[in-house]
């Protein structure tokens, strides 16, 4: 006789009963005007870099220091300079 029912295997049963943990949001980014021509840019509670406006481009700096932080990318729209330090950030 064959059964018409199937039991479940070891390794189906353990992942059932894990409950899936939500993911963590991400550090809140936060871009603040320094100066007139100077963004610091902040992952959570870190400087992750600067944005340096140079006639009408901004200028990514990457860096917890202005004095040691270095070019990363240039744009012509600010959001594009601000993610560029956001994943320079996560690679140091």
Do not use: C, F, K, W
């Amino acid at each position: 006789m064959v059964p018409t029912t199937s039991t479940p295997s070891r390794a189906t049963a353990r992942s059932s009963n894990r409950a899936a943990a939500p993911p963590a949001p991400p550090p809140t980014e936060s871009v603040a005007l320094l100066g007139p021509t100077t963004y610091e840019v902040r992952r959570g509670d870190r400087v992750v870099g600067y944005v340096d406006i140079v006639g009408g481009v901004y200028v990514a700096l990457a860096g917890s220091r202005y004095d040691h932080a270095v070019e990363v990318r240039q744009s012509i729209v600010l959001d594009v300079a601000v993610a560029a330090l956001s994943g320079a950030g996560e690679a140091a």
